[in-house]
Antibody, heavy 120, light 107 residues
Framework: EVQLLESGGGLVQPGGSLRLSCEGS????????MTWVRQAPGEGLEWVSS????????NYADSVKGRFTISRDNSKNTLSLQMNSLRGEDTAVYYC?????????????WGQGTLVTVSS | EIVLTQSPATLSLSPGERVTLSCRAS??????FAWYQQRPGQAPRLLIY???NRATGIPARFSGSGSGTDFTLTISSLEPEDFAVYYC?????????FGQGTRLEIK
């Protein structure tokens, strides 16, 4: 059974940093692209960042470029999102999502989400 | 950026009814297109990929069609668990984009 488990969310002050993690199980992690998608309270889905299965292709939304860094450790089946210079508009539930292939960016499995709240 | 516009924003229907949701892309996305369902308090769930292929475990009452700029999701007979928010998504170009969602409400 495929499972994605996010962790690392919490309350952080504006300008602060947070690191999210997503651990995958039940899959050969390195063979799938991984993505972070966020959802602000009461709002729709917003793509944040994606990384290919090998890690050699990375893309970011303009809203987070230069502040967030996506990475993966295939030996540990773990996806990470380092978030710096956080703003109020970054407040959201952050989901990690798996693509059906190494360079496929639709999302066949999702984690349960981790809430990030940016507030003073 | 490819903008996806879903219509309508909200639909009020009864169980057993047939419904068609629409999503229009601001430029062609070929068939690099997906639909998701999100129930309250849950993560999104993939329903349809590549415009018309049902994802694993998705009931046959869900079907998708379209290519290029115009796409539809049809639910042939609404079940109580189908009342949720539906999102479309394109993966043709970066940035990946989602539609704003269509909410299906029980009438």
């Amino acid at each position: 059974e495929v499972q994605l488990l996010e962790s690392g969310g919490g309350l952080v002050q504006p300008g602060g940093s947070l690191r999210l993690s997503c651990e995958g199980s039940g899959i050969t992690f390195s063979t799938y692209a991984m993505t972070w998608v966020r959802q602000a309270p009461g709002e729709g889905l917003e793509w944040v960042s994606s990384i290919s299965g090998s890690g050699d292709s990375i893309n970011y939304a303009d809203s987070v470029k230069g502040r967030f860094t996506i990475s993966r450790d295939n030996s540990k089946n773990t996806l990470s999102l380092q978030m710096n210079s956080l703003r109020g508009e970054d407040t959201a539930v952050y989901y990690c999502a798996k693509g059906p292939g190494a360079t496929r960016y639709d999302f066949d499995y999702w984690g349960q989400g981790t809430l990030v709240t940016v507030s003073s | 950026e490819i903008v996806l516009t879903q219509s309508p924003a909200t639909l009020s229907l009864s169980p057993g009814e047939r419904v068609t949701l629409s999503c229009r892309a601001s430029q062609s996305v070929s068939r690099h297109f997906a639909w998701y369902q999100q129930r309250p308090g849950q993560a999104p769930r993939l329903l349809i990929y590549d415009a018309s292929n049902r994802a694993t475990g998705i009931p046959a009452r869900f079907s998708g069609s379209g290519s290029g700029t115009d796409f539809t999701l049809t639910i042939s007979s609404l079940e109580p668990e189908d009342f949720a928010v539906y999102y479309c998504q394109q993966r043709y170009n970066w940035p990946i984009t989602f539609g704003q969602g269509t909410r299906l409400e029980i009438k």
